[in-house]
């Protein structure tokens, strides 16, 4: 791919795209939480990056995209920071609390944003809500690290709840989430307590869902929530659409 | 108690008081639903209400007061309106999806005021949040209402989740109400097909606690909203200190 200029769709070379969409990202990310989201204008974002208008809607349809790909780009660095826990630990609750901790590691530069931006998330049927169908990429790889976590144990984990469980650990994984965003102690140290705790219970739920009698009602609340959280029902039918990130 | 005048504490009769009491309430309310909960302010509610702001002030110490009466309020309403159903039915899922609809039947004016109201009480560390200590009076006749759908069913609740249980079922509940805050159906026609699925869900697992194995994890569920929810901790060690309403 020939590398002239830094137009896009004209021959940039992909680092040089990356850069820009990267640099357009990070100053939407900053100006959304020096003035908030709702009163930051893609123009605004453009003027402060030192891009055209015309690039900055190239690289991203409008302030939701921007979003989505803050959600991307959290959900990728998750990822990253992972995989030595996961390499490393088999025990399941290890595993997960792990997991849950990277996560509030990485999104601590985020929580003043996040506080605010709360309002526009909490709404299930706004594309910004992590339920959204618009959400589904990120979501999906949230999902996929679940999904890893499991997959790594000894913890023996029955047919019928293989897709049920990642989902309902990543349902949890938001409360942690929506409780870490009105977390106001040092360090959020709270919510990192949260998520020992929750990883333990969860382990133990997991490991209870051996018992037969148990398994309807795993399947059951599992279904509750996507039959009602819009896009979540959506992203269950294809899991593999979108493959989980290595 | 002498009748006189309508002037607060020099001797109104109770039900000038409550008259007074209540105009001031409603006003409060429709000017919340107007205009917001932050826009608005004491002295506009007095005015609008027809007393001194001394008067307003006497019945209510601030905004938030008002707030801690309307949740009040409700709860009360809400125990005279599930009255007949608990009188009736004996089945666990029948009381409980009656109770759960009975609620959104009362809320139901109130919908618009909760969307915009939300930001004010998501915040769990907040006076305005269902799980503060504030509010606890609210919720523990709200809890008590669960203690009564519980008590008065032929399903057979093993005596150290007596406890757990009805707290864990009202926890459920403002899922419930979280859900109905976003719901733009017409009618909430989904919030209350989600608390009958909810209600049979609940049902299932008061079922499936009677399993020695599975009781551990109630309690451990519990301990953890408790522990970590503001107010919650402090709500549990003494529950008989405000008896839930007849």
Redesign the interface.
Known sequence: MPAKNDGPGDGATPSKSEQTRALILETAMRLFQEHGYDRTTMRAIAREAGVSVGNAYYYFEGKEHLIQGFYDRIAAEHQVAVREILARETDLEARLAGVLKAWLDIAAPYHEFAVQF??NA????SPLSPFSPESAPAREEAVGIHRQVLAGTRTKVPEDLKDALPELMWLAQMGLVL?WI?D?TEGRE?SYR?AE??A??TA??VA?AR?R??R??VR??HE?FT??LPGMAKALPDPSARPPAP
């Open positions: 709360f309002k909490a709404d299930p049927d409780y009105f106001r709270r949260l705790r929750g333990r219970l133990r739920g209870l018992f009698a148990l309807p009602l059951e609340v509750l039959d009602f």
